[in-house]
Structures are given as structure tokens and as C-alpha cells.
């Protein structure tokens, strides 16, 4: 989801809906269409202080089940 152009979106916002501190940022997650409710089941998001590596990256991405690729650790 793209949401550079999102208005009112804090902080705040991202922790509640996503799960997550800051953007960029992968979310893996579900919508419950019973409850009418978007559950995450991971992510990881960038950090300026200790930015993601392409490893830790393509570990989470393995460990989701989204990587279809070769994995080398």
C-alpha cells in the first residue's frame, strides 16, 4: 500500500492499523471479511538508525512465506 499521499497519517495511525513505527515498511496481513477486520500477521519497517539489510529483508519475507526464490543465509 502506498501511502505517501495518505492525509492524517501519524505516527500513531501506522501503530494502530499496521503495526508499525515508521514507512517504508512491509505488512503481511489478512482481511477477516466475517468481522470486517484487517489482521496483521507481520512486518518490519524501516529504521534510519539501523536500516533493514537485503538478509534480513529476504529472512522475512522466507519466514512469511512470500519469498519464492532461492534462499541463501
Known amino acids: ?6 492525509e492524517n497519517m501519524t505516527g500513531t495511525r501506522l501503530k ?3 503495526g508499525v513505527d ?3 515498511a512491509f505488512v503481511y496481513a489478512n ?17 534510519s ?6 538478509d534480513e529483508l529476504r529472512t522475512w519475507f522466507f519466514n512469511n512465506k512470500l ?4 534462499y541463501k543465509s
Open 49 to 54: 538508525k539501523k536500516p533493514m539489510t537485503v
Open 22 to 24: 515508521s514507512y517504508p
Open 1 to 6: 500500500i502506498d501511502i505517501s499521499s495518505a
Open 31 to 47: 482481511f477477516d471479511t466475517t468481522k470486517n477486520q484487517l489482521n496483521v500477521e507481520s512486518s518490519i519497517s524501516f529504521n
Open 16 to 18: 494502530n492499523l499496521f
Open 67 to 70: 519469498w519464492t526464490g532461492l
